[in-house]
């Protein structure tokens, strides 16, 4: 009803009809341009104009002015009521004013309005359609005669003279409408057929979007995980950081400031050969010899100065000297004093002497121990601790590694390589990390769990619970199977082989391929030729995946399959290959 009502508001007052190009007088009124132009071309002979609806006059022809907006609702009302957008056929006898048709006459090939039928079925009896503009395609090509039968054999329309003397003579015809009638009856029952179909997709398109969105979801709870994650690593790097700067900060406050403690005491020491040596001089510009000897003696005190001490260096000559001294009473007296006071040196001089010797000799070991002390702090100062430093950074940065896998849900094990599985011809590293072929024989005692027909090794662990990665890397050497294996694995014969028996799963690498084997089962994967490689398990899952840790990181492959034992990583080298396990 709403429809019909808006219909009727956008109908032309002249045609009745919905608006072709809508126009507006200056009084305000709707038309469409070819109506409102018909109308004024007839009052152009009167020379007076008007309105048709208000009958508002013009001295002049007015202007007409394009009325977008509503030619817009027009063009949204076809759209949204594509049934209601009728062929816009109008009646071919109405040439002052189009008004649209209601039926066609395929004798007359004419279009008629409601009062023109009228007329036109009281005189003839034609045979009448839906309002058409197009008369040629319902009549024959040949006889010009009206499409009245249909040929299955031919799914042609025929006209009767093509069923009498045509080339369809002699066909089963039937009637159009028959005919029409049939073929949608065989379209119904193919478009019950598609329902389903399309129900089926519909459904699907349905999981696919609920997949989707359950992606999608779980992308953005990955997203915010990682954020907090990369949140959580930049304070712990902040804190490994601030920790490294703090050690690097204290072995220097350290060093620093017993380099300022030797400083001070060289300084001290500068400052007293100043002194000293402004003396000297001082002592040097002494003119009168008696008293600049005297004074020297007093002020200089060399211990390597044979001469001032008599020639001997103060050493003791004989045995007379010493008992001189102990004699006369002064035993604490040095000897070389004495020797003063025998050669008849007057006894002030000999006094001041020994007493600017004993200072000497004291000033002397207190020499010694600061040059003790100075080279002491020399050893101490010598650089900062950089290994301290750099096991402070590499404690933090493994705390972190440790933090970030275990946030992650799986460990990153240790994983040594067990040598009495090892075949004689593999090499295994002091570390045990790395398995080579050389082509060497390794003498190795004998080992019941030793590989006997292929170049594999096992690793010493196994795994029987949780989430566990590591990663390997191959010398592009070779050829280069990482995977893993039950420990019951056969160790001779062509079913020991990693990945030929059901009790192992394995990345085979060699040139630019890789396969992946399960039970002599490959599979060949079309992928890069990096040299590196993830392994990851989830033993309760399940799931075995490979990765080639190219950049970015590739998904190779994932096996699946119900652990029923302990898997150890395996490994199989041949041809001078090479694997280490880098994690």
């Avoid at 009727?8 to 341009?33: A, E, M, Q, W």
């Avoid at 604490?332 to 020797?339: E, Q």
């Avoid at 011809?425 to 060497?440: C, F, I, M, P, R």
């Amino acid at each position: 009803m709403a429809s019909a009502d808006l219909r009727d508001k956008l109908n032309c007052s002249i045609c009745l009809s919905l608006y072709t190009d809508p126009v507006s007088l200056r009084c305000g009124h709707d038309f469409c341009r070819p109506c409102i132009v018909i109308v004024l071309d007839a009052q152009e002979a009167a020379g007076v104009y008007s309105c048709p609806d208000c009958r508002a006059e013009y001295p002049e022809r007015p202007a007409l002015e394009k009325n977008r907006k509503l030619g817009n609702i027009v063009e949204r009302f076809f759209s949204s009521h594509p049934d209601m957008a009728d062929t816009r056929v109008f009646c071919t006898y109405c040439t002052k004013s189009p008004v649209p048709a209601v039926k066609s006459c395929l004798q007359c090939e004419n279009s008629l309005c409601e009062d023109h039928l009228t007329a036109h079925n009281k005189s003839m009896d034609h045979i009448l359609t839906e309002p058409t503009g197009s008369f040629g395609n319902k009549k024959c090509s040949i006889h010009n005669k009206f499409l009245e039968y249909y040929c299955p054999q031919d799914a042609a329309c025929l006209c009767v003279s093509c069923c009498l003397v045509g080339k369809h003579r002699g066909h089963q015809v039937e009637p159009l409408d028959e005919a029409s009638e049939k073929k949608k009856e065989k379209l119904r029952k193919y478009l019950d057929e598609l329902n389903p179909q399309k129900a089926e997709i519909q459904t699907r398109v349905q999981n696919l979007h609920h997949h989707k969105g359950n992606i999608q979801e779980k992308a953005s709870e990955k997203r915010d995980k990682v954020s907090k994650l990369f949140m959580d690593i930049k304070k712990h790097l902040e804190m490994a950081e601030k920790k490294a700067l703090s050690e690097i900060s204290r072995q220097e406050e350290r060093i620093v400031s017993q380099i300022i403690h030797l400083i001070k005491i060289l300084e001290i020491q500068e400052d007293e050969l100043s002194r000293k040596m402004r003396d000297v001089e001082e002592m040097c510009r002494v003119t009168d010899p008696i008293r600049f000897l005297q004074e020297s003696d007093i002020t200089v005190c060399s211990p390597g100065n044979d001469e001032d001490r008599g020639g001997d260096g103060g050493k003791i000559n004989s045995e007379d000297d010493l008992d001189v001294g102990l004699v006369s009473g002064q035993a604490d007296v040095p000897v070389s004093d004495t020797k003063v006071q025998e050669n008849g040196t007057d006894p002030i001089t000999v006094l001041q002497e020994s007493d600017q010797g004993a200072a000497c000799s004291a000033t002397s070991m207190a020499a010694e121990e600061e040059e003790a002390a100075v080279s002491e702090l020399y050893e101490i100062a010598d650089d900062l601790d950089e290994v301290l430093i750099s096991l402070t950074v590499h404690r933090s940065m493994r705390d972190i590694v440790t933090s970030v896998t275990s946030e992650l849900g799986f460990h990153v094990p240790d994983i040594l390589m067990d040598v009495d599985t090892a075949n004689t011809y593999v090499k295994l590293s002091e570390d045990q990390t790395t398995a080579t072929n050389s082509g060497e024989k390794q003498y190795r005692p004998k080992s019941p769990g030793r590989f006997l027909s292929y170049f594999q090794v096992l690793s010493r662990c196994g795994f029987s619970s949780g989430q566990h990665y590591w990663e390997v890397e191959w010398n592009r050497i070779g050829r280069c199977d990482i995977g893993l294996s039950y420990p019951s694995i056969e160790r001779r014969g062509t079913q020991s082989g990693i990945g030929y028996n059901d009790k192992s799963w394995c990345l085979a690498v060699y040139d630019a391929i890789r396969e992946v084997l399960h039970n002599s089962i490959g599979l060949t994967l079309n992928v890069n030729t990096c040299p590196k490689f993830g392994v990851l398990l989830d033993y309760e899952a399940g799931r075995l995946s490979f990765y080639e840790l190219c950049d970015p990181i590739r998904h190779l492959h994932t096996f699946t399959a119900s652990f029923t034992e302990p898997l150890h990583a395996a490994f199989y080298v041949y041809d001078g290959a090479s694997v280490t396990i880098t994690s």
